[in-house]
């Protein structure tokens, strides 16, 4: 297997969940608890990548962090380097790609809070930031794990986007799914094999710990 690879694509997948956490939260906790009926509109944004092609979707990061951009411009100034063709530049694409992954199930487990915990805890004169951080995200601890266990995943088997934003460069951008489709380009069908079985475990496991929360949070918050 190409453990190079694949240490690059656990590295990449656990920055994007920890990146996902610090900004889906806060997403997800304005799309569970805002009464505004635009709100549909910000859905629709966040849920974008699940319907784009991941070609069209790395074309439009690429185009914004290049160097004639904006956002390219400005990390030329202060770094140096350049974002597209760059771990960097893949980080930022695999947030955006990854993004519905986390918001959806955090937004369906803060939506599931029973709102009269969360009333009281704001009567008793708790702000709402106290709130967030003693009431309700412990109640849906379930939901954000799942929501963080999916976006890691996602990410470990990306391709379309990190292979238009960061092409196949060994040690700098080459992903795991990249060096899968090296080694069948190459013939090499016993290491393609190898480390897509790596990949198919991880997924599976994914997967059983999905179902497993899911499980777990339909039989807790009835209860309550």
């Not at 030329?76 to 063709?85: E, H, I, N, V």
């Not at 986390?102 to 487990?109: F, G, I, R, Y």
Request: net charge positive; proline share 6%; aromatic share 12%.
């Amino acid at each position: 297997m190409d453990w190079q690879a694949i240490w690059l694509s656990v590295r990449l997948a656990a920055a994007t969940t920890a990146i996902l956490l610090v900004v889906g939260l806060p997403i997800a906790y304005w799309l569970a608890f805002s009464p505004r009926r635009w709100k549909f509109l910000v859905e629709a944004v966040v849920s974008l990548p699940l319907v784009l092609p991941p070609t069209v979707l790395g074309l439009y990061v690429l185009l914004a962090m290049g160097p004639r951009s904006p956002l390219g411009a400005l990390y030329a100034r202060l770094t140096g380097g350049m974002l597209p063709f760059s771990f960097q530049g893949l980080l930022v694409a695999s947030v955006l790609y990854s993004l519905p992954f986390t918001v959806q199930p955090v937004t369906a487990a803060f939506g599931a809070v029973d709102r009269r915990l969360v009333e009281a805890s704001w009567c008793l004169g708790v702000s709402r930031a106290a709130t967030f951080r003693r009431v309700i995200v412990p109640l849906a601890l379930p939901g954000i794990a799942t929501g963080a266990i999916l976006s890691f995943a996602h990410t470990l088997g990306e391709f379309g986007v990190v292979l238009m934003v960061g092409g196949n460069i060994a040690g700098v951008t080459r992903t795991v799914s990249i060096s899968i489709y090296d080694q069948v380009q190459a013939l090499n069908y016993a290491s393609a094999w190898v480390t897509s079985l790596f990949l198919l475990g991880v997924s599976f496991v994914v997967l059983a710990l999905t179902y497993a929360l899911q499980r777990r949070i339909w039989t807790v918050w009835p209860a309550n």
